[in-house]
């Protein structure tokens, strides 16, 4: 599912830039420059809206549909989720 997402702190700015811009599977509701201001009702309502109705909130849904399944996918037997974390496992059992 896509995010619709406020930062206010941590690791949060970041990780809504890696979602809005780089994966293009969220949207930014309030800026981290704004972290200290109410967020609108209008301004929830038009992001929903963009998200659940519009193009780009289409395309996002689409986006955050492959990346579901290329997870899932990576978990599985053969995966390379999967692989990595057998390989760390068997590292610790040394």
Known sequence: MPVMAWPMHSD???NVRLLAEGLKVGVVVRGWDHRREVVAAERVEEVVRMVMEGEEGR???EKAREMGEAMRAAQKDGGSSKEAFDVLVAHWRR
């Open 12 to 14: 949060q700015p970041t």
């Open 59 to 61: 395309s996002m849904r």
